[in-house]
């Protein structure tokens, strides 16, 4: 896809800064420096990569944060526009198996990107009709034409992308994208079991959004996937954060960890961010925060603060990563245990409760990365949905893990507490608090209504001139490829606003 190139800035160098080390903040550091500003990057946490964390203990090694790698080539082209080979320094393998799929009702699908491979897979396996699958990743397909361009690696609010997709896009088609359908709605047009129905309403959650609310747009979710192929980078989801530090650093970015921007403020024309140690001044100030608490506790704004708390939350979680003795090869490297009732688990998320059947994601990444865990042993990060700000305390995580160990016990077959060795657990309150995540919300704002992109925070400030935003919380939304599109549209913005 062809990129609407910036304009150069007329005047350099501006110093700017970054607010925020996760993938956003890295990524938007180094474009900046591509403009020639001189940039510095502030985190509080000792080390950056925001969610793109990592646990050890006792051998086992645990991405506790994303595990799904889509679009890796936006992670290359970040090096490819610092003329840098991107293989010298990140590398990362396709997963032929896609995912492993477990329903209560005893069956079991392997997903993979060949599309007639897995409409004979869901055929066998489910009793879904043959071509429903292809039909509907034909219609993920055409979704992602029609809108990927304008509200993923655009922006639909501004001109240029406005005027080239409505070129491209004919009328007819727009009444197809399903603004006004839910991408439960869709997948019923397109599958008869309630099996397939299920996984592909999962990828709802890829957003932390429920799929009986979620527009019908979200049916371009899949084909990030199925389209484009499921990765693992070479030494594990930190490898992003770890191979964009190094990057930021060649391009000279000033990277300053256990750094915490406590308060913001414009003096004079330049914004002024505090520090424990030290004020910085800058021209350009990028929030790659989570935006609420940056307009809560670092830039008070009751204007803005009221209007970003109003939007549903996406979901949060509870994470038992476990170091687990013993090899299981009925499982695969990503694999979902789903509930027997999906649409009263999305009920009970919306009413804040824990669902009493869960989904429970399992990834194992010592499947394809022997060295993540002892000889014999396998790390196993197991995560539940759960709504945002949901209370931590001992007794509500210990319930929750009961839960999940008889469900993994009864669909699997064996007991699992008696070869946990190693168990770090995360919990809704530690995420907000770990990444500054407003209520420990993985996404941000949730997707659970056509208007949630419009409602997104723009990667520009109309408000504050100088002021910019990136990340998960603002436009186009959560997850890796996201974020570092937003990272990209953040510093076109820079371009046209320094030109
Ligand atoms: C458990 C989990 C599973 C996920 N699974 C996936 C997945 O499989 N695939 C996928 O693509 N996405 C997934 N996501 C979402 C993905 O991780 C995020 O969308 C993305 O990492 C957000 O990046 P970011 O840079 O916007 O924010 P963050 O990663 O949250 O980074 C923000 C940074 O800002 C720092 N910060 C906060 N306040 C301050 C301050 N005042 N001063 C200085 N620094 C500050 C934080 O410490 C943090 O380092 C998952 C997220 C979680 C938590």
Redesign the pocket.
Request: one cysteine or more.
């Given at each position: 896809m062809a990129e609407i190139p910036p304009p150069l800035p007329k005047v350099v160098p501006k110093r700017a800064v970054v607010?925020?080390?996760?993938?956003?903040?890295?990524a938007a550091s180094i474009r900046l420096a591509r403009l020639g500003l001189q940039v510095t990057l502030?985190?509080?946490?000792s080390s950056?990569?925001?969610?793109?964390a990592e646990y050890q203990e006792k051998g086992y090694r645990f991405d506790?944060?994303?595990?799904?790698?889509?679009l890796p080539h936006l992670v290359d082209a970040l090096f490819e526009l610092c003329g840098e080979e991107p293989a010298r320094y990140f590398r990362y393998m396709e997963l032929p198996d896609m995912c492993h799929y477990f329903y209560p009702g005893g069956q079991r699908v392997v997903t993979c990107r060949d599309r007639g491979t897995l409409d004979e897979r869901l055929a066998q396996a489910l009793g879904e009709p043959p071509g429903r699958t292809k039909a509907f990743l034909s219609h993920s397909e055409m979704l992602w034409r029609l809108t990927a361009e304008l509200f993923i690696f655009g922006d639909f609010r501004r001109w240029p992308y406005l005027r080239r997709a409505m070129a491209q896009i004919a009328l007819a088609d727009l009444m197809r994208v399903g603004f006004f359908s839910t991408l439960d709605k869709v997948t019923r047009r397109f599958f008869t079991t309630q099996e397939a129905r299920q996984l592909f309403n999962r990828y709802a959650t890829?957003n932390g959004s429920d799929p009986y609310r979620a527009p019908g747009t979200l049916a371009v979710i899949p084909h990030a996937e199925y389209g484009f192929g499921a990765w693992l980078p070479e030494g594990g989801m930190v490898a992003i954060p770890r191979s964009l530090e190094g990057l930021a650093r060649r391009q000279g970015v000033r990277i300053l960890t256990g750094?915490?921007?406590?308060k913001v403020e414009k003096l004079n024309g330049l914004w002024r961010v505090e520090?424990a140690l030290e004020t910085f001044e800058s021209e350009i100030l990028v929030c790659?925060?989570?935006v609420t608490?940056f307009f809560t506790?670092?830039f008070p704004q009751p204007a803005w603060r009221r209007k970003l708390i109003r939007q549903e939350r996406s979901t949060s979680?509870f994470?038992f990563n476990w170091g687990i003795r013993g090899l299981h090869p009925q499982l695969g490297v990503h694999n979902i245990f789903f509930s027997s009732d999906y649409a009263t688990e999305f009920q009970s998320l919306q009413l804040q409760q824990m669902p009493e059947d869960p989904t429970v994601y399992v990834f194992i990444s010592s499947k394809a990365l022997r060295s993540d865990a002892p000889e014999g042993c396998e790390n196993w990060f197991v995560?539940v949905n759960a709504p945002a700000g949901f209370p931590s305390d001992v007794g509500k995580t210990e319930a929750i893990k009961e839960k999940i160990l008889k469900k993994l016990n009864r669909q699997i077959g064996f007991n699992i507490s008696g070869q946990i060795e190693v168990e770090y657990v995360?919990t809704p309150s530690f995420?907000g608090s770990?990444?500054?995540?407003y209520d420990g919300a993985?996404?941000g704002a949730a997707s659970n209504s056509p208007w949630s992109a419009f409602l997104r925070m723009p990667n520009q400030s109309r408000r504050f001139p100088g002021l910019f935003f990136?990340?998960?919380?603002v436009h186009p939304g959560?997850?890796?490829?996201?974020?570092l599109s937003?990272a990209k549209l953040m510093s076109d913005a820079v371009a046209r606003y320094l030109a």
């Amino acid at each position: 896809m062809a990129e609407i190139p910036p304009p150069l800035p007329k005047v350099v160098p501006k110093r700017a800064v970054v607010i925020g080390a996760g993938v956003a903040g890295l990524a938007a550091s180094i474009r900046l420096a591509r403009l020639g500003l001189q940039v510095t990057l502030l985190e509080k946490n000792s080390s950056t990569g925001g969610k793109l964390a990592e646990y050890q203990e006792k051998g086992y090694r645990f991405d506790i944060g994303p595990s799904l790698f889509t679009l890796p080539h936006l992670v290359d082209a970040l090096f490819e526009l610092c003329g840098e080979e991107p293989a010298r320094y990140f590398r990362y393998m396709e997963l032929p198996d896609m995912c492993h799929y477990f329903y209560p009702g005893g069956q079991r699908v392997v997903t993979c990107r060949d599309r007639g491979t897995l409409d004979e897979r869901l055929a066998q396996a489910l009793g879904e009709p043959p071509g429903r699958t292809k039909a509907f990743l034909s219609h993920s397909e055409m979704l992602w034409r029609l809108t990927a361009e304008l509200f993923i690696f655009g922006d639909f609010r501004r001109w240029p992308y406005l005027r080239r997709a409505m070129a491209q896009i004919a009328l007819a088609d727009l009444m197809r994208v399903g603004f006004f359908s839910t991408l439960d709605k869709v997948t019923r047009r397109f599958f008869t079991t309630q099996e397939a129905r299920q996984l592909f309403n999962r990828y709802a959650t890829y957003n932390g959004s429920d799929p009986y609310r979620a527009p019908g747009t979200l049916a371009v979710i899949p084909h990030a996937e199925y389209g484009f192929g499921a990765w693992l980078p070479e030494g594990g989801m930190v490898a992003i954060p770890r191979s964009l530090e190094g990057l930021a650093r060649r391009q000279g970015v000033r990277i300053l960890t256990g750094t915490e921007a406590r308060k913001v403020e414009k003096l004079n024309g330049l914004w002024r961010v505090e520090t424990a140690l030290e004020t910085f001044e800058s021209e350009i100030l990028v929030c790659a925060v989570d935006v609420t608490t940056f307009f809560t506790r670092i830039f008070p704004q009751p204007a803005w603060r009221r209007k970003l708390i109003r939007q549903e939350r996406s979901t949060s979680a509870f994470v038992f990563n476990w170091g687990i003795r013993g090899l299981h090869p009925q499982l695969g490297v990503h694999n979902i245990f789903f509930s027997s009732d999906y649409a009263t688990e999305f009920q009970s998320l919306q009413l804040q409760q824990m669902p009493e059947d869960p989904t429970v994601y399992v990834f194992i990444s010592s499947k394809a990365l022997r060295s993540d865990a002892p000889e014999g042993c396998e790390n196993w990060f197991v995560m539940v949905n759960a709504p945002a700000g949901f209370p931590s305390d001992v007794g509500k995580t210990e319930a929750i893990k009961e839960k999940i160990l008889k469900k993994l016990n009864r669909q699997i077959g064996f007991n699992i507490s008696g070869q946990i060795e190693v168990e770090y657990v995360l919990t809704p309150s530690f995420l907000g608090s770990r990444d500054g995540s407003y209520d420990g919300a993985l996404y941000g704002a949730a997707s659970n209504s056509p208007w949630s992109a419009f409602l997104r925070m723009p990667n520009q400030s109309r408000r504050f001139p100088g002021l910019f935003f990136c990340g998960g919380t603002v436009h186009p939304g959560g997850g890796i490829p996201l974020c570092l599109s937003s990272a990209k549209l953040m510093s076109d913005a820079v371009a046209r606003y320094l030109a």
